[in-house]
């Protein structure tokens, strides 16, 4: 499975659309991006494509009335997250601002999702002598 990287004008892209909120983190992913809130990820960035995670009405509303595309691996994608489409990355500023509206909702809906517990670090036995 190749992993497309993102040029460093669609991670400006990215950040752009993703709400400047005090919660939200945004964090490298494999040489895209991430934007976490409570610790879940609500958006992504993949190669060219962003990804929102949506409540179920409105991912239904998204993938009815635009040209989504799936976000992710094309043998695996992501499931729960919808991609945004790509010819919003053609379109101009305008379509920025749908992105980022669709982004919000993402930022609203994960928000509203129980806090991602920090996975425990395993620890070593002690080392005896030798």
């Known amino acids: ?8 004008e669609e991670k400006a892209r990215f950040r752009r659309v993703v709400p400047d ?3 939200v983190v945004v964090k490298p992913m494999f040489g895209n991006l991430g934007a976490f809130v409570n610790g879940n990820m609500f958006a992504g960035l993949f190669g060219s494509t962003i990804g929102v995670k949506l409540s179920r009405e409105d991912k239904e509303v ?3 009335s635009e040209r989504t595309v799936p976000f992710g691996p094309a043998e695996r994608p992501m499931g729960g997250y919808t991609g ?3 010819v919003w990355n053609e379109e101009g500023d305008g379509d920025e601002t749908r992105a980022r509206a669709w982004a ?5 809906y994960v928000g509203s999702l129980p806090a991602k517990e920090p996975k425990a670090r395993a620890t070593r036995p002690p080392r005896t002598g030798g």
Do not use: Q, V
């Not at 499975?1 to 460093?8: D, I, L, N, R, S």
């Not at 919000?104 to 609203?108: Q, R, S, Y």
């Open 1 to 8: 499975m190749e992993m497309p990287k993102a040029t460093e």
């Open 21 to 23: 909120h005090p919660g």
């Open 62 to 64: 998204l993938e009815s």
């Open 84 to 86: 945004l489409p790509e």
């Open 104 to 108: 919000e909702k993402a930022l609203a």
